[in-house]
């Protein structure tokens, strides 16, 4: 059984900075497609970032390239989004989810979500 668990959310202002982590257990990272999502207020669920198994980024939202960075510690078992220069409307919960091949909306792994605020 996967189980996966997000930290790290908080309440920030802009232009902060948060580190999000999502550690699994009960299989290695290395076999998972792994990505981050969020969820906003009265929005649908939306893909952030993705990884494959092998550790290679291929998916980054628009409005998070250039401040959000996906990465894995694969000795820690642990899945990282390192997000820099946070904005309002990056306020929502976010989750990591995993999957045997991609990680999609509909995938089988999922944490319980950390809220992520950002206000002045």
């Known amino acids: 059984q996967v189980k996966l668990v997000e930290s790290g959310g908080g309440v920030v202002q802009p232009g902060d900075s948060l580190r999000l982590a999502c550690v699994a257990s009960?299989?290695?990272?290395?076999?998972?497609?792994m990505g981050w999502f969020r969820q906003g207020p009265g929005k649908q669920r939306e893909v952030i970032a993705r990884m494959t198994s092998s550790g290679v980024v291929t998916y980054i939202t628009d409005s998070a390239k250039g401040r959000f960075t996906i990465s894995r510690d694969s000795a820690k078992n642990t899945l990282y989004l390192q997000m820099n220069s946070l904005k309002p409307e990056d306020t929502a919960t976010y989750y990591c989810?995993?999957?045997?091949?991609?990680?999609?909306?509909?995938?089988?792994?999922w944490g319980q979500g950390t809220q992520v605020t950002v206000s002045s």
């Open positions: 989810g995993g999957d045997s091949v991609v990680v999609t909306t509909t995938s089988p792994y």
């Open positions: 009960g299989r290695a990272i290395g076999t998972l497609a």
